[in-house]
């Protein structure tokens, strides 16, 4: 980032599945670096600029850059210290115990694993699925109640490959990890070393949904959003035999009523929801009248 003893910083907010965008919006107004966090409903882009323009001048920039963007806003602007870049960022990422049993962790908090709990080590890059997001959390809690050893699971929207990497360590015995975005294979990849997985054992493939997914699984997780969960319920009957289990989160609450309707026309019916903040996610099974997917 250069020599600088400072530089300055203008955070973006705007909606969530806007991640892209906005940092395309970063880059076009002069960022010489951006960080995304994930909040509730919403996404913030923390962009960086160099200290040869004052902070007016990029502030400007960025109106401009934004202007044509009615939904993302300037929040927050100042100086950061140089050094400070290099270490303060990976503060916003203690070690998170989520469900029962399970604890998302930086890989540079190894070695500090939280006796009795599973370690998910998850790089926080630009893919989704950083653990800390609540529509994660009550992915991967409906996780801990519907897998089981031995099972071949479909993670669909993998992002960080966070849901794959959960459903192997609780005993999966095989994952297909599916995305649209090319670009975050190599941080499936990277998270899937951090967790000591081996070659082979996690299908890593770029494509929509389910399309070009022939085989059958156990169980088929999807953290994405309302439209395009939607859109592959009704498909997931072609991967999914009788007794089969689906878990979707990245809904919100006011989003469950019509969602039920469309697993009820799809012959899913609900064994397990979770409530996270606004956020709400459900597992599914083919089969009426089960009420314990371990049982």
């Known amino acids: 980032m250069g020599g600088e003893g400072f530089w300055w910083y203008i955070t973006l907010e705007g909606q969530e599945g806007n991640e892209d965008d906005m940092s395309a919006l970063a ?7 951006s960080e995304i966090r ?7 882009v923390k962009a960086y600029f160099r200290t040869t323009r004052d ?3 990029w502030v400007g920039r960025v109106q401009d850059v934004i202007s044509p963007w009615p939904g993302v806003k300037i929040v927050d602007m100042g100086r950061i210290e140089n050094r400070q870049w290099h270490t303060a960022w990976k503060e916003a990422f203690p070690p998170l115990e ?22 998910l080590y998850i790089y926080p890059g630009s893919a989704f699925g950083t653990g800390y997001h609540e529509s994660t959390q ?6 801990e109640d519907t897998v089981r050893p031995g099972m071949k699971v479909i993670d669909v ?18 994952v297909i990890a599916t995305d649209n975005d090319p670009a975050v294979i190599p941080e499936i990849r990277e998270n899937l070393r951090l967790n000591d997985i081996p070659d082979g054992v996690v299908d890593i493939r770029t494509g ?4 070009g997914i022939s085989e059958t699984a156990d169980l088929v997780s999807a953290n994405i959003v309302f439209d395009p969960l939607a859109s592959m319920v009704p498909g997931i009957p072609k991967v999914l035999p009788e007794g089969g289990i689906a878990v979707f989160s990245g809904l919100v609450l006011k989003e469950r009523e019509r969602f039920l309707e469309i ?33």
Do not use: N, Q
């Not at 994930?38 to 913030?44: D, F, Q, S």
């Not at 009550?138 to 996780?143: D, Q």
């Not at 929207?157 to 095989?174: D, N, Y």
């Open 27 to 33: 880059d076009l107004s002069g960022s010489i670096g």
């Open 38 to 44: 994930e909040l509730p409903g919403k996404i913030a």
């Open 55 to 57: 902070l007016g001048f």
């Open 98 to 119: 989520v469900g029962r049993s399970l604890v998302v962790m930086a890989p540079w908090h190894k070695g500090k694993e939280v006796r009795g709990r599973i370690p």
């Open 138 to 143: 009550a992915a991967l809690e409906l996780l």
């Open 157 to 174: 929207g993998t992002g960080s490959g966070i849901l794959a990497v959960a459903s192997l360590k609780m005993g999966a015995a095989e």
């Open 208 to 211: 929509d949904l389910l399309g």
């Open 263 to 295: 697993l009820a026309k799809a012959g899913l019916v609900p064994i397990g929801e979770k409530e996270k903040g606004d956020w709400w996610g459900v597992a599914a099974s083919r089969t009426a009248g089960v009420v314990d997917p371990r049982g």
